[in-house]
C-alpha cells in the first residue's frame, strides 16, 4: 500500500487549505480502515486532524472541527482534506496515513502513511 | 506542549541498548488506552515499530520492543545499528481531548 500526498504547497491567510491523499496498492472501499489525516508544524511533533471510513463517516480533532472536513473518493481511491480560514499556524507538513480501529477500546494505529507535503500560510 | 511526553534527543553506541519513554496521565496511557510507536526520517513516511503496547508488526526487527506501566510507556531499542538514527514518536488516545495524540518526538542519535 502507498499513499501520496498532493496539493498546493503555498495558501493565503483566510483561505482554504485542500489536499488530496492518492492511495494504491489497495482500496479505500474495501473498508476495515480508517484513513486520517495528520499534521506536523515545523520543528514540532505530530498532531491528529481527523479521519474518515469508507463509508463516508467521519470523526474529526475537536480542536479543528470548526473548520475541517474530510471527503472520499471511492472511483478515484483518494481521500481530501479542506481546512478552512487558515492562518500562519497551519503551516505544516500534512501526512494521510491508514489506520486500524478498535472502537471500543480508542485502539487506532496507523501502519501506512504518505511521505508528507508542505504547506506554507503566508501572503 | 504535547500531551504524551518524551525527551527531545537520547543517544547510544553501535550495539548499545537505548529506551525512549512516553509518559502520559490519567486521561490517555494511565487509562489504559493502547500505546503505539513510530519511526520517522525526515522527508520519508512514518513507520509503525510497535502497536497495542508491545506489538511488532511484520517485518519489524525484533531489536525493538515496547512496554507501558502506570502512565507511562517505554520503546526499548537494543543492539542499537546506524541505521536505527531517527525520530520516534508515541501515540495513544487521549479521553479528555477526544483525540488520538502523539508525543513531541524524541531524535536518536547513534554516536
Known amino acids: 500500500v502507498q499513499l501520496q500526498e498532493s496539493g498546493p504547497g503555498l495558501v493565503k491567510p483566510s483561505q482554504t487549505l485542500s489536499l488530496t491523499c492518492t492511495v494504491s496498492?489497495?482500496?479505500?472501499?474495501?473498508?476495515?480502515?480508517?484513513w486520517s489525516w495528520i499534521r506536523q508544524h515545523p520543528g514540532k511533533g505530530l498532531e491528529w486532524i481527523g479521519y474518515?471510513?469508507?463509508?463516508?463517516?467521519?470523526y474529526y480533532s475537536p480542536s479543528l472541527k470548526s473548520r475541517v472536513s474530510i471527503s472520499v473518493d471511492k472511483s478515484k481511491n483518494q481521500l481530501s482534506l479542506k481546512l478552512r480560514s487558515v492562518t500562519a499556524a497551519d503551516t505544516a507538513v500534512y501526512y494521510c496515513?491508514?489506520?486500524?480501529?478498535?472502537?471500543?477500546?480508542?485502539?487506532?494505529?496507523?501502519?501506512?502513511w504518505g511521505q508528507g507535503t508542505l504547506v506554507t500560510v503566508s501572503s | 506542549q504535547s500531551v504524551l511526553t518524551q525527551p527531545p534527543s537520547v543517544s547510544g553506541a553501535p550495539g548499545q541498548r537505548v529506551t525512549i519513554s512516553c509518559t502520559g496521565s490519567?486521561?490517555?496511557?494511565?487509562?489504559?488506552?493502547?500505546v503505539h510507536w513510530y519511526q520517522h526520517l525526515p522527508g520519508t513516511a512514518p513507520k509503525l515499530l510497535i502497536h497495542?503496547?508491545?506489538n511488532r508488526p511484520s517485518g519489524v526487527p525484533d531489536r525493538f520492543s515496547g512496554s507501558k506501566s502506570g502512565t507511562s510507556a517505554s520503546l526499548a531499542i537494543t543492539g542499537l545499528q546506524a541505521e536505527d538514527e531517527a525520530d520516534y514518536y508515541c501515540?495513544?488516545?487521549?479521553?479528555?481531548?477526544?483525540?488520538?495524540?502523539f508525543g513531541g518526538g524524541t531524535k536518536l542519535t547513534v554516536l
Open positions: 474518515i471510513y469508507y463509508s463516508g463517516s467521519t
Open positions: 497495542s503496547n508491545t
Open positions: 496515513a491508514r489506520g486500524l480501529y478498535y472502537y471500543h477500546s480508542r485502539e487506532y494505529y496507523f501502519d501506512y
Open positions: 490519567s486521561s490517555n496511557i494511565g487509562a489504559t488506552y493502547a
Open positions: 501515540q495513544s488516545y487521549d479521553s479528555s481531548l477526544s483525540a488520538w495524540v
Open positions: 496498492g489497495g482500496s479505500i472501499s474495501s473498508g476495515g480502515h480508517y
